[in-house]
């Protein structure tokens, strides 16, 4: 039974095109996010709810726009979409935002934007 | 600037020799301290964790890491490396503030590669 999943694992559309990434997790945590993986490995953080409360927005494009219908869910949504969008995408749940047991992190969307 | 650092992208190693990846840190307060692994196409999976206590540390698949306040580091350790190892390993923080929510930064990360 997985922790955090993530749907789709793979994702290959065109530019200009709007998409969607689920995120769910069984966990019972209270807090989750989205992090962005570029294409030499760096991992930043891109946003964090905290029962369904938005408390981190990095400075990422509004074409990004995160949703947590219930403190089990965070969903991205991404408009418009450019070639620079073009990563792995992790979605992320931790069991307070103090964050100090740990992430656990899905197993990532590998978005291609061509 | 308050930063995370691995100073080697890129390590290799033979199977069967010990390892050592190095993570420092650049923060006022000691922060919360992890090492993360990620093998080639796959997620994050967490090794281990330091908060308080002792400094010596101990995580799955027979990793351990050492807390040095003076030296500001928390490099990851094993002693006999097996083919499997071969990953991405990133060292991570929880910087803490005062008041408000906390965020999980990650260093560059160091690619191990294991030669038989």
């Known amino acids: 039974d997985t922790a955090v999943s993530q749907t789709p694992k793979y994702l290959v559309t065109q530019m200009g095109n709007d998409k969607s990434i689920k995120c769910e997790q069984n966990l019972g945590h209270d807090t989750m996010y989205w992090y962005k993986q570029d294409s030499k490995k760096f991992l930043k953080i891109m946003f964090s709810?905290?029962?369904?409360?938005?408390?981190i927005n990095e400075t990422v494009p509004n074409r990004f726009s995160p949703k947590s219908p219930d403190k089990a869910h965070l969903n991205l949504h991404i408009n418009s979409l450019e070639l620079g969008d073009s990563a792995v995408y992790f979605c992320?749940?931790?069991?307070?935002?103090?964050?100090?047991?740990?992430?656990?992190f899905g197993s990532g969307t590998r978005l291609t934007v061509v | 600037a308050q930063s995370v650092t691995q100073p080697d992208i890129h390590i290799t190693v033979s199977e069967g020799a010990s390892l050592e990846l190095r993570c420092n840190y650049s923060?006022?307060?000691?922060?919360?301290l992890f090492w993360y692994v990620q093998s080639p196409g796959q997620g994050l999976q967490l090794l281990l964790k330091?908060?308080?206590?002792?400094?010596l540390v101990q995580g799955i698949k027979g990793f351990e890491a050492e807390f040095k306040r003076s030296q500001s580091s928390f490099n990851l350790r094993k002693p006999s490396v097996h083919w499997s190892d071969a990953a991405e390993y990133f060292c991570?923080?929880?910087?803490?503030?005062?008041?408000?929510?906390?965020?999980?930064?990650f260093g560059a990360g160091t690619r191990l590669a294991v030669h038989p």
């Open positions: 992320a749940s931790s069991l307070d935002g103090q964050g100090a047991y740990g992430y656990t």
């Open positions: 709810y905290n029962n369904k409360e938005l408390i």
């Open positions: 330091y908060f308080s206590g002792d400094t």
């Open positions: 991570a923080v929880v910087p803490l503030y005062s008041g408000g929510y906390n965020k999980l930064i």
């Open positions: 923060y006022g307060a000691t922060p919360y």
